[in-house]
């Protein structure tokens, strides 16, 4: 039986894709190198972020990562609050509730920032826990959640863990919990689906795998 859903943030949440491949695209024109159109960036967007960028034709000569990474945020956070929750969260994240699961958000954006995020959805009222990374270079979330449930003695095969990448896939068998992929984040579903055939088109659609899971079907 679920008792806890694990929530990635970016992509799954939250409907930030355009503004992620736009400040893409406006590093790329620094460096005068191509854009990429939104199947490009669906077919190579991946951790870890520092290969995904060199994958793009971005290169770290003239400014490091981790200046490039203190660039990106400073320029994502403002504009993340001005983009849209995934059709049917709410509802889902309702439902969900009310019926005694307990819903976490583990990203690997920085806490405050994804804290930030939260609070400015409205959407901190449906969730338990929110576990961000402690700095905007470190993307190891599954340490971040392994070492949660280790805390709060949690049983894995009571967890599912929803995300929209390959990265979130592997994070959730890590944990050792069940995953579901989502198609409408930031990889595109032929990816995702070489991976696990567990991929949905909606997040409403994860209310009838939880009731099936309880079903035992």
């Not at 804290?115 to 599954?142: A, C, M, R, W």
């Amino acid at each position: 039986m679920i008792k806890y859903i694990f929530w990635d943030f970016n992509g799954t949440i939250l409907d930030d894709r355009e503004l992620s491949l736009v400040l893409l695209n406006e590093m790329l024109k620094k460096q005068n190198k191509p854009s990429l159109s939104m199947d490009q960036y669906l077919d190579v967007f991946g951790f870890p972020i520092q290969d995904y960028y060199l994958k793009t034709g971005i290169s770290f000569e003239h400014k490091s990562f981790e200046e490039m990474s203190v660039w990106y945020i400073a320029k994502y956070q403002p504009q993340s609050l001005e983009q849209s929750l995934h059709k049917g969260l709410l509802s889902t994240l309702k439902i969900l509730h009310d019926e005694g699961i307990k819903h976490i958000v583990l990203s690997a954006s920085e806490q405050n920032n994804l804290i930030e995020q939260v609070n400015h959805y409205q959407i901190n009222p449906y969730f338990d826990y929110i576990l961000g990374t402690s700095d905007i270079t470190n993307h190891n979330k599954e340490e971040v959640g392994l070492s949660f449930i280790k805390e709060h003695n949690i049983d894995p095969k009571s967890c599912l863990y929803i995300g929209d990448t390959i990265y979130d896939f592997d994070v959730a068998i890590k944990m050792g919990v069940y995953p579901v992929l989502y198609s409408g984040g930031h990889q595109s579903i032929s990816r995702l689906k070489q991976k696990t055939s567990i991929v949905i088109n909606q997040i409403s659609d994860i209310i009838k795998i939880v009731k099936d899971m309880e079903k035992g079907e």
